[in-house]
C-alpha cells in the first residue's frame, strides 16, 4: 500500500508505526455552525481510509477533535445571546447528525479543547522551559525562530512565509511569524486559571497536545484540509516537535480544494452551502458518492449539474444491490453450474483490482469505476433462473467493497417487512379487483420513495 505524503511530496510506502495498528489524527470542525461541504469532503474522505485500512486488518486510533473554544465561537455566541459552551453543545449535536446521515463512523475519540486544559497548560510549559516560547502580559508565543525547521510541511522557509502572509501586527511579538499558545483573558470572554494568569488556549496548541494524549508523540497519519498545511499544521510540528524531540507525524495527508461552479467556495460569493442545505434536496450517500469519485488529493468542482451526475451513478450502483436481492428471493436453490463458478472466480478478480485501486494511494475514483464494471457483468450473468449461491456469493462481494466506500448504510424509510406486508395487501386487493386501494397502496409506496413493478415473477421494489 502507498500514500502520498505531503511532507515529502511522493507516494511511499505505508509502514505503520505498530505492526498492525494505525494511529490517525484528523483536525475536525470549529463548532459555531453547520459543517459545510469542504469540512465534508474531509470527514468523508478520511473515513473511507479508515475504513479501507480496518479492512487490510489494522486496528485504526481515529482521534477528530472539536475546536470549542475559538474567537469564531466566541463572536457567534454574542450574536445569538448565548454561552460558548451552549453554542458548541449545539453544533457538535448537529455535526453528528449530519456525519451520521453520511455514514461517517464514530471517531475512536473526539476530544474537545475546553476539556484538556490542563494538558494544554503542561505542553505550553514544556515549550517555555525550552525556550520555544515567551511570555507577554500574559499572552504566550512561540518563537518560531527558534525552531529550525519551521516550514518543512509547506516547503517554504521563514523568508517566503513572511513574504506570502497577512500577519497581524503586534509588538509583542518578538518575530511577525510567531503565534500564540494562550491568550490573556479579555472582558465577557470564557476563561482558565494558569501560571501566565487567566485566559484561554489558542488554536495550534489544542491540536498537539491532544494528539500527544491520545495517540503518543509521533503518529502514524495526520490528515486535513489543505488550508491546514499553513499555518495550523506547521504550528503543530514546531510546537510538537520541539517538546517530544521525534517526529510528530510520519504521514502527512491532505485533500484537494473544493470549488463551487469552479470559484473558491465563499459566504460573500454567495455560493457557500452547508451539507444541511445539500441534504434537502439530495440523499446522503449520493453526497458521499460524489465526493468520491475524483482522487481526494485533486481538486473538486461542485455544482448542481454534477451532483445530478453523481445521483444517476449511485442510482445504477444502488439498483444492482436491490436487483440481486431481489432474484436471490425468486432464484432457484441448487448447486452452481460450471459457468456459475468461472464467474464467482471473475467476481474475485474484481476484488483484486478494487484492492490495487485503494493500495494506491486510496483511489476511490478508480475502486468506484471497479464497481460500474462490476455492475454490467453482474447484469450480464445473473437473472432469475441464476442459483441463490451464485447470487449470495455476488451481493456479498458487491456489498463488502461498497462498504469500503461508506455506500448502503441507510435503511429505507419502511422497513423490508412493512413494504412486503403493503405489496401482499396490494396483491390481494388486485385479486378482489379492488383497483382504488390497489393504486392507493402504490401512490403510497411512491412518496416513501419506493417504485413497484409487476414482473413475470412477481411484483418487485425499488428505491427511487
Not at 197 to 213: L, V
Request: one cysteine or more; hydrophobic letters at 35%; proline letters at 4%.
Amino acid at each position: 500500500m502507498k500514500l502520498y505524503n505531503t511532507m515529502t511530496g511522493k507516494k511511499e510506502d505505508f509502514i505503520p508505526l505498530h505492526d498492525k495498528e494505525v494511529n490517525m489524527y484528523v483536525c475536525g470542525p470549529t463548532v459555531y455552525n453547520y459543517i459545510h461541504i469542504g469540512n465534508a469532503r474531509v470527514f468523508i474522505v478520511f473515513d473511507t481510509i479508515r475504513r479501507y485500512l480496518e479492512y487490510k486488518g489494522y486496528k485504526v486510533n481515529y482521534v477528530q477533535n472539536f475546536t470549542d473554544i475559538d474567537d469564531k465561537l466566541i463572536k457567534r455566541a454574542y450574536e445569538e445571546n448565548t454561552t460558548v459552551k451552549i453554542l458548541a453543545e449545539k453544533y457538535i449535536e448537529e455535526y453528528f447528525k449530519d456525519a451520521d446521515s453520511l455514514g461517517i463512523k464514530r471517531a475512536t475519540v473526539h476530544p474537545r479543547a475546553t476539556e484538556n486544559i490542563n494538558e494544554i497548560i503542561n505542553f505550553i510549559k514544556s515549550l517555555i522551559e525550552k525556550g520555544y516560547a515567551y511570555v507577554v502580559n500574559g499572552d504566550v508565543y512561540y518563537n518560531t525562530i527558534k525552531f529550525k525547521d519551521y516550514g518543512k510541511l509547506s516547503h517554504k522557509n521563514i523568508e517566503e512565509l513572511l513574504s506570502g502572509a497577512r500577519i497581524e501586527i503586534n509588538e509583542d511579538k518578538k518575530n511577525p511569524m510567531d503565534f500564540v499558545l494562550w491568550k490573556a483573558e479579555k472582558p465577557g470572554e470564557p476563561s482558565w486559571e494558569s501560571p501566565w494568569g487567566k485566559g484561554r488556549p489558542g488554536w495550534h496548541i489544542e491540536c498537539s497536545a491532544m494528539a500527544m494524549k491520545y495517540l503518543g508523540k509521533t503518529l502514524d497519519i495526520h490528515a486535513g484540509g489543505p488550508d491546514l498545511i499553513f499555518p495550523h499544521h506547521e504550528n503543530e510540528i514546531a510546537q510538537s516537535e520541539a517538546v517530544n524531540n521525534v517526529p510528530f507525524a510520519k504521514y502527512w495527508m491532505h485533500i484537494g480544494y473544493l470549488n463551487i461552479n469552479n470559484e473558491k467556495m465563499s459566504k460573500s460569493k454567495g455560493n457557500f452551502f452547508t451539507v444541511r442545505d445539500i441534504l434537502n434536496h439530495y440523499e446522503p450517500e449520493v453526497l458521499r458518492f460524489f465526493m468520491l469519485t475524483a482522487h481526494y488529493r485533486n481538486p473538486i468542482n461542485f455544482s448542481p449539474e454534477l451532483l445530478e451526475q453523481a445521483k444517476s451513478g449511485f442510482m445504477r450502483l444502488s439498483n444492482a444491490v436491490d436487483n440481486l436481492k431481489y432474484l436471490f428471493e425468486v432464484s432457484k436453490d441448487r448447486e452452481p453450474v460450471e459457468d456459475e463458478r468461472s464467474f464467482m472466480d471473475k467476481l474475485k478478480e474484481y476484488e483484486k483490482r478494487f484492492e490495487l485501486s485503494m493500495d494506491d494511494d486510496f483511489n476511490t475514483a478508480d475502486a468506484i469505476a471497479v464497481l460500474f464494471e462490476m455492475v454490467k457483468d453482474i447484469n450480464t450473468n445473473i437473472d432469475g433462473n441464476s442459483s441463490k449461491e451464485l447470487i449470495r456469493y455476488t451481493l456479498d462481494i458487491f456489498l463488502k467493497l461498497s462498504s469500503i466506500l461508506g455506500f448502503f448504510y441507510k435503511k429505507p424509510d419502511l422497513i423490508e417487512d412493512e413494504i412486503k406486508a403493503l405489496i401482499d395487501e396490494r396483491e390481494n386487493a388486485r385479486k378482489n379487483k379492488n383497483w382504488a386501494l390497489a393504486d392507493k397502496i402504490r401512490d403510497e409506496l411512491k412518496k416513501q420513495g419506493i417504485i413497484l413493478e409487476d414482473t413475470p415473477n412477481g411484483v418487485r421494489w425499488r428505491k427511487i
